[in-house]
């Protein structure tokens, strides 16, 4: 009896998918710009003050690189704004700052009371 075997698959490496781009990625290259204009300082200054080389941050900046969380964390703490922040759509105003540090120095168990507070008041129940 004759058996046929199937062909050998040559082995290229792994796929590569084609993605859109991931918008919390672009929404932190525009917000890491607009925390240097909050604060005063330029971008190279920030990644100096980071330890990342200028370069990299320039990259990044322009979208022909990434940061990794580590690096994401020290621009943030040099730039003294909420790392969750960065990523969301006009994630980063003074208002949204101050909010964001309220929040995080409130107490746990005040935190559903103020969350109560803000629907009661967006919601027009004055």
Known sequence: MLTTQAP?????????????PDQRIENARQNFRIAC?????SMSEAARRAGL??????????????LSLENALGLAD??????????RQDG???????????????????????????KKASSGDH
């Open 78 to 87: 040099v730039l003294d704004v909420p790392l969750p922040l960065i990523y």
């Open 53 to 66: 080389s200028r370069n990299a941050l320039a990259q990044f900046s322009r979208g022909r690189g990434v």
């Open 92 to 118: 980063i105003t003074e208002g949204n700052i101050r909010l964001y540090r309220a929040l995080e120095r409130m107490p746990t168990h005040e935190l559903g009371h103020a969350l109560e507070a803000i």
């Open 8 to 20: 050998e698959i040559a082995r290229k490496g792994p796929e590569i998918k084609e993605t859109m």
């Open 37 to 41: 204009a909050l604060r005063g300082i």
